[in-house]
């Protein structure tokens, strides 16, 4: 069987989940991407090695084409958050399992997002989009409020606003970065930031659980703890599933960050219609005991999911993300760890070689590393990360 994977950059959630995962069920994966040396580098050192190909992959025209004169497919699938809607088309062309690309569309479109919920009843939110161009001159935003790319990701170019000026400077700001992207103002939702991961067939979903969130201190919103949570409450997790309802989420797996406000509403900040990235996805297999690449992948192959996945739910983790506080070169980091001792399990992965500069970035860009600790309590899982990271530096030079 062939799975053809649409890709963007060789993340740890493709090298090290999804290319393993397909190999292990036996399928013969074609990646798709507009930059074929980056993802062939990437996976030469792989047990299996994924055949490459170039291709126009924003363009759903472009896939369907290039899919046709190469090989039937079996599966269209891919983990990007900005090649969704591209994905659903081409899987629906093909007669294959897909998500609803109207789903996908507005999950990814943030200013369709809100009217969508809207419309719906279940959540109204200030809201206003700038087209590619336009200034933020005509609007009477309720301040503070957040500006953002209207089609963004990884909390890139979002920002907190305390008023008119400041939000005509951030706008001017992402603007100069970002050529033509249009742009979203929004009413900023105050509250504990959560998130929900979903696995679903189409037909079943299950809820994984999720991670409680801690965000760097405003006017940015870079996530750099994030703690299991493996159920939240009953309402909560009512409120966003009917939420994810109504967007028309069903298929595959489904990252979901909200806030729980003092009164109890439970809010979407946004809805990535993908697997959680940034190695935690990778630390849900290991916590919960599961084959969840393996699950996405066979929900995306037609397969039903089985009615229990026998998650485990006795355990806790940490996952916290090693931040660059300014620009440079690293000179000094540890290298990856993964270790068992005294009943908790701890990894560590860097995410920036040494001797490479960066800018400060502002967002998960600024990651140098990333270090998870697995427990039987949170406790314990806390402890272990704060040792590794007393016991470890991390340095840049300007």
């Not at 990007?80 to 897909?98: C, E, M, N, R, V």
């Not at 679903?200 to 703890?225: I, K, M, Q």
């Amino acid at each position: 069987m062939r799975l053809y994977l649409l890709a963007l950059n060789p993340t740890d959630s493709v090298t090290l989940g999804f290319l393993p995962a397909a190999a292990r069920l036996g399928l013969t994966v074609t990646v798709l991407t507009d930059d074929p040396r980056r993802h062939r580098e990437a996976y030469a050192g792989l047990e299996s090695v994924p055949e490459v190909l170039e291709c126009a992959v924003h363009d759903f025209r472009e896939v369907v084409a290039l899919i046709s004169r190469h090989a039937p497919p079996d599966a269209v699938f891919s983990n990007s958050d900005h090649l969704q809607t591209q994905t659903a088309l081409a899987a629906a062309y093909f007669g294959l399992p897909a998500k609803d690309w109207r789903a996908a569309l507005r999950t990814k479109n943030k200013g369709e997002l809100r009217r969508h919920l809207a419309a719906a009843g279940l959540d109204t939110a200030w809201s206003a989009e700038l087209a590619p161009g336009q200034g933020p001159a005509e609007l009477d935003p309720p301040y503070p409020c957040v500006v953002k790319p209207r089609e963004g990701v990884a909390s890139e170019d979002v920002a907190l606003v305390a008023d008119a000026a400041e939000l005509r400077e951030r706008c001017a700001g992402i603007r100069a970065r970002r050529t033509g992207a249009a742009l979203v103002v929004e009413e900023f939702l105050p509250g504990q930031l959560y998130t929900l991961e979903t696995l679903g067939d189409g037909t079943v979903r299950h809820v994984l659980g999720g991670y409680r969130t801690t965000l760097s201190a405003p006017p940015h919103f870079v996530e750099e703890v994030l703690e299991f949570v493996p159920a939240h409450p009953a309402p909560v997790e009512a409120q966003v599933l009917a939420q994810l309802d109504a967007l028309g989420v069903g298929l595959g797996a489904c990252h979901t960050e909200f806030v729980v406000q003092p009164d109890g509403r439970a809010r979407l900040i946004e809805v990535n219609y993908r697997a959680i990235g940034d190695h935690c996805d990778l630390l849900l297999e290991r916590l919960l005991e599961i084959p969840y690449f393996e699950l996405v992948l066979r929900a995306h192959l037609g397969e039903r999911l089985p009615a229990d996945l026998g998650l485990r739910t006795d355990r806790r983790a940490r996952i916290e993300a090693v931040c660059a506080g300014h620009a440079g070169t690293l000179t000094a980091a540890p290298g990856p760890v993964e270790q068992d001792r005294a009943g908790v399990r701890l990894g560590y992965r860097p995410t920036r070689p040494l001797g490479e500069r960066h800018e400060h970035y502002r967002t998960n860009r600024d990651y140098l590393g990333l270090v998870w600790a697995i427990g039987p309590d949170q406790d314990a899982a806390d402890r272990a990360v704060a040792g590794f990271l007393a016991a470890n530096r991390w340095e840049i030079a300007p």
